[in-house]
Structure formats: structure tokens, C-alpha cells
């Protein structure tokens, strides 16, 4: 019994973290930025970035005619809670969203 009143708590744990990564999307998701703003919103370090978007796993936008990376605030929020999937889940391969360019 008590192995599941802590899978419940976990689970509890887990849904209020997205709550509230949905909440902040809301607030102030309509930031566009580089690899910075990517390393800001998700904590992880710029080659993390890089290995992802190598990868396909987070949400990317490429500037074609600059060769950068756009991230959107809202679909790292979104993705880090777990409501955007990125990937491919049986072939791998990238996404449509990672693939989307800006002109």
C-alpha cells in the first residue's frame, strides 16, 4: 500500500511540475531567441543543445538565410512539459517542427 500512496505522490509531483512549466508557457512564452535562449529555458549546457538538435529531440526552427537556430520560448516550455513530442518515436528521424524554417 505504501508503494503505491508514493507512485501517487509522484505522479502528483510530475502533473503539478507541468502545471506549472504550462503556466509559465502562458505568462511569458512569446520569447525567440538562439542557442541562449534555449540554454536559459531548459538549464542545459550549449552542447547539450547542439547534441539535440543534431539529434532531433527539441523543438528547432532554422534561419536559412542567417544559419542560426531559432528556439520559441512556448515549444521548449511545451516540449519540457511534455506536450510537444519532437521526435519520431520508431524511425528516429527528425520531426516536421524540427524541420520548419523562418525565411
Do not use: C
Not at 531548459?42 to 547539450?48: D, V
Not at 547542439?50 to 516540449?79: C, S
Request: net charge positive; glycine share 6%.
Amino acid at each position: 500500500m505504501e508503494d503505491t500512496i508514493r507512485d501517487l505522490q509522484r505522479k502528483i509531483d510530475d502533473l503539478n511540475e507541468k502545471v506549472d512549466l504550462l503556466l509559465m508557457s502562458s505568462n511569458r512564452g512569446n520569447r525567440v531567441g538562439g542557442t541562449e535562449l534555449a540554454m536559459e529555458v531548459t538549464g542545459y549546457k550549449r552542447s547539450t543543445i547542439y547534441a539535440m538538435v543534431n539529434n532531433g529531440t527539441i523543438p528547432v526552427h532554422k534561419d536559412q538565410k542567417r544559419r542560426k537556430l531559432v528556439f520559441k520560448e512556448k515549444d521548449l516550455l511545451l516540449w519540457m512539459a511534455g506536450d510537444l513530442d519532437n521526435t519520431h518515436s520508431n524511425t528516429g528521424r527528425k520531426s516536421k517542427l524540427s524541420q520548419q524554417h523562418i525565411q
